[in-house]
């Protein structure tokens, strides 16, 4: 293997590592000599049709915004219009915009904490449905699945029952499936069905635009409607737009870059497990979460990972191409061997 510095390593936000296809730069370049004029209204439709096809639903359940912050921004400030109480229940841990983002538009926040398990992370026995009984929230947000651990939470299973379990308070179930191309499930076409249920797309992650900034909410028609009545009129620049048409209209890209992280994903799994003093998670996503021992066999590795908020010596790392992964296991590998030593 050549000489690498792990110091130069960018795995600390789940990008991917492959640019997006040159037709798609194209277009994006292409809608770049129009930017005196401002984005077309029609693309925009179109762009829902194509998310709506892509992911089991109808346009009129897809509002698209520029990233998920300001996706989940608008989300909750109408889900406050909509609802009784100003509680919302998230997971712990979890992605870390949901709390300021819920406390920026006035909702109390309360937890439910996952509980480590041999190779992943779960949701306590009961405590899920304790924590409804009692607290009755009006909105419950999961990343499924979630980032940190990279652990599914329901992989896609009774997601009936729980928001019918919500729906007896008036109650709203957000689901964030920012890596359904890497987990192989996905409960987005049940947005059709189902009218407090709320799932979250991107095209950040295997469909390689992250630095484009295009999202997508997918819910019942009536709460996209309230949303798109207070949105911005140009949410999308025109090369976003541009370029998500493209991406949406073939993407057949997003699930091969896919499927190449998902055999890196087995391989990185199987040379992790074999490192000693490492714990490391299985993973369902692009990253994968590590424990160490301690802080200094950490620190060692020169990595620039991603801290959780989480007690203990945490840190998560997406994963790249064959040769800079292996670089990252070799600083593994070295940090804590100098731990034996
Ligand atoms: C669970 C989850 N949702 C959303 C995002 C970000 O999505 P976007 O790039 O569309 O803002 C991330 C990024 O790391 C994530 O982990």
Redesign the pocket.
């Known amino acids: 293997m050549t000489d690498c510095d792990p110091r130069s390593l960018r795995v600390n936000?789940?990008e991917l590592p492959y640019p997006p296809p040159a037709r798609v730069l194209r277009a994006a370049a292409e809608a770049l000599k129009s930017s005196n004029l401002y984005p077309e209204g029609r693309d925009v439709l179109v762009l829902k049709e194509l998310m709506a096809k892509y992911t089991g639903v109808a346009p009129e359940n897809v509002h698209f915004a520029s990233?998920?912050?300001y996706?989940f921004y608008e989300l909750f400030s109408q889900l406050r219009v909509f609802s009784s109480g100003p509680l919302a229940l998230i997971i712990d841990p979890t992605?870390s915009?949901y709390e300021p983002i819920l406390k920026a538009t006035g909702w109390k926040v309360e937890r439910v904490r996952l509980i480590e398990g041999e190779e992943r992370w779960n949701l306590p026995p009961d405590g899920l449905k304790d924590a409804l009984k009692h607290l009755k929230p009006s909105l419950l947000v999961v990343?499924d699945p979630?980032?940190p651990t990279g652990s599914p939470i329901f992989g896609g299973e009774g997601i009936e029952g729980l928001a019918g379990s919500l729906d007896e308070w008036g109650g709203w179930l957000l689901i964030?499936e920012?890596?359904a191309e890497f987990s192989g499930y996905s409960i987005s076409k049940l947005v059709g069905s189902i009218g407090n249920l709320v799932v979250?797309r991107?095209?950040?992650?295997a469909f390689a635009l992250?630095g484009l900034?295009?999202?997508a909410l997918l819910a019942a028609e009536r709460l996209i409607a309230s949303i798109e009545s207070g949105s911005p009129r140009f949410e999308l620049s025109r090369p976003t737009l541009a370029a998500s048409l493209e991406a949406l209209r073939d993407p057949s890209y997003a699930l091969r870059y896919a499927r190449e992280i998902v055999n890196e994903r087995q391989r990185m799994w199987l040379r992790l497990a074999g490192i000693q003093y490492l714990k490391s998670y299985k993973s369902w996503t692009n990253f994968f979460l590590l424990k160490f021992t301690d802080e200094d066999a950490l620190r060692r590795t020169g990595i620039n990972f991603m801290r959780p908020a989480m007690r203990g010596s945490f840190a998560r790392f997406s994963l790249m191409d064959r040769e800079a992964d292996d670089c990252l296991l070799v600083a593994l590998e070295e940090s804590l061997r100098s731990r034996i030593k």
């Open positions: 936000l789940n990233g998920s912050d996706a992605f915009s990343d979630n980032n964030d920012a890596y979250f991107t095209l950040s992650k992250a900034r295009s999202s």
